[in-house]
């Protein structure tokens, strides 16, 4: 079986007090709650480690540095997100792919240096507008799957994240069937390269304009293994019945 996973990602937002919607989710989840991960801000991560200790949620990272230290200035390594207690970072965000120019071979390097800290890699992927509305999805997400994904990958240190990028924050989301073909076919590519012990096993996410009410549709896809939320996570009260939908599917 699959973990499930339902992970924020908090992008920048959030300050010191918005820590306490840690707690407050955590009175909301379910008994039969999945994995639960938060992303918040780097500067809240060691206070957010804190504050989820009695919780078992977990915290993680929004992006780390290729190397472990040294002159980059501004920049984070992933053994300092290790350092906070965070179990692990995202990398390949499409909004750093876009804003900072990130390639297949950065990310690459990205979720290799997460590994070496010990973190899990969050390894985004997912096509634009205007790939999508010419079809070319299933060939951009094959060639980010080659290209973003290390050797190296096992069943527990990467979690992959689809959010086509035209769903991010724009409340359009795919079909069930648009969902079930992008996942059917990555579970089927990393099938091919890593083997299907590692393939089957690596938990298959879907970012875009999850919320409440379309959640338990996009559940419903075999390899959908979780979510990966933006604008719904930054309350308890938005993120908890999409933890909900995930318990129940
Ligand atoms: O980019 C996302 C999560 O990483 C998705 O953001 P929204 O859920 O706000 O569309």
Redesign the pocket.
């Known amino acids: 079986m699959r973990r499930k996973l339902a992970a924020g ?1 908090w ?1 920048m937002n959030g300050t010191a007090a918005s820590l306490a919607e840690l707690e407050a989710l955590k009175a909301l989840m379910p008994e039969n709650a999945p994995d639960v991960l938060i992303c918040p801000p780097a500067p809240l991560l060691f206070r957010a480690n804190e504050a989820a200790r009695a919780t078992g949620i977990q915290i993680g990272a929004q992006d780390c540095h290729a190397q472990n230290s040294g002159a980059f200035t501004g920049d984070i390594s992933a053994a300092m997100i290790a350092d906070t207690g965070a179990s692990h970072v ?1 990398v390949g ?3 750093r792919r876009e804003a900072y120019e990130e390639h297949d071979s950065d990310v690459r390097k990205k979720a290799k240096a997460a590994w070496a800290a010990g973190l899990t890699a969050v390894i ?1 992927i997912g096509e634009s507008a205007d790939n999508h509305s010419a079809n070319n999805t299933l060939d951009i997400i094959a060639g980010q799957l080659a290209g973003s994904l290390p050797d190296g990958m096992t069943a527990t240190n990467t979690v992959i ?1 689809y ?1 086509p990028i035209w ?4 409340g359009k989301v795919p079909t069930l069937e648009q969902i079930v073909e992008v996942h059917d076919f990555i579970r089927g590519k990393i099938i091919s390269r890593f083997g299907a012990e590692i393939g089957d096993m690596i938990p298959l996410l879907y ?4 919320k409440p009410d379309n959640a338990a549709m996009i559940f419903k896809a075999e390899n959908v293994d979780g979510a ?5 996570s930054l309350k308890a009260a938005d993120f908890a019945p999409i933890i909900s939908a995930l318990a129940d599917s």
């Open positions: 990602n992008k995202i965000h499409s909004e985004c994240a959010e769903a991010i924050g724009t970012g875009g304009s999850v990966l939320v933006g604008g719904a």
